[in-house]
T-cell receptor, first 119, second 114 residues
Framework: AQSVTQLGSHVSVSEGALVLLRCNYSSSVPPYLFWYVQYPNQGLQLLLK??????LVKGINGFEAEFKKSETSFHLTKPSAHMSDAAEYFCAVSGPGPAGGTSYGKLTFGQGTILTVHP | NAGVMQNPRHLVRRRGQEARLRCSPMKGHSHVYWYRQLPEEGLKFMVY????????ESGMPKERFSAEFPKEGPSILRIQQVVRGDSAAYFC????????????FGQGTRLTVV
């Protein structure tokens, strides 16, 4: 079974400070991992994803995340926060497909982390 | 290329009425996924459909909820005899095929049951 734990439902940083949003997962199949961002009353936008290959993945808006299999983690970082980064962030892991393997659209999401950026 | 289109964006229903939520996938996408986001919670998978087929409905409540994705037209999520606990945001996502690694999400339908 798949599960995702996001540590910290609320994270607050100052503009220009490092952003670190934590995500740990468990998966019964080789995981594909995703970070999505949701602005108020909007849908989800994909920030970045890990499928195979390089474990440090770069996404949009200066975000990146590192897949660490030994720690079952996929933490999201950004070196310098901007006011426009204020939003809710969801970590997700892909689930098993109906015929085995991995289903990339059937995702298990974490509870979300609301990021607040102070001037 | 238009994204995933969901309508209506907001829907208000009285208890006992039916709610019909529509999702038009991105052009060329034949896989559709429905998710529900309850207040203060993350998204929960409900159902996965391909054209004319339900592939995985392991997240669907056993009663009152149904989904379809006909050969022509949008995917429909139907909730019969709505109750206050059905109030949530319902998101649809589509992908090109099962091997595609990204599912694109619509902006959601926010259902309020009064």
């Amino acid at each position: 079974a798949q599960s995702v734990t996001q540590l910290g439902s609320h994270v607050s940083v100052s503009e220009g400070a490092l952003v670190l949003l934590r995500c740990n997962y468990s998966s019964s199949v080789p995981p594909y991992l995703f970070w999505y961002v949701q602005y108020p009353n909007q849908g989800l936008q994909l920030l970045l994803k890990y499928t195979t290959g390089a474990t440090l993945v770069k996404g949009i808006n200066g975000f990146e995340a590192e897949f660490k299999k030994s720690e079952t983690s996929f933490h999201l970082t950004k070196p310098s926060a901007h006011m426009s980064d204020a939003a809710e962030y969801f970590c997700a892991v892909s689930g098993p497909g109906p015929a085995g393997g991995t289903s990339y659209g059937k995702l298990t999401f974490g509870q979300g982390t609301i990021l607040t950026v102070h001037p | 290329n238009a994204g995933v289109m969901q309508n209506p964006r907001h829907l208000v229903r009285r208890r006992g009425q039916e709610a019909r939520l529509r999702c038009s996938p991105m052009k060329g996408h034949s896989h559709v996924y429905w998710y529900r986001q309850l207040p203060e919670e993350g998204l929960k998978f409900m159902v996965y459909l391909q054209k004319e087929n339900i592939i995985d409905e392991s997240g669907m409540p056993k009663e009152r909820f149904s989904a379809e994705f006909p050969k022509e037209g949008p995917s429909i999520l139907r909730i019969q005899q709505v109750v206050r606990g059905d109030s949530a945001a319902y998101f649809c996502a589509s992908s090109m095929d099962r091997m595609n690694t990204e599912a694109f999400f619509g902006q959601g339908t926010r259902l309020t049951v009064v």
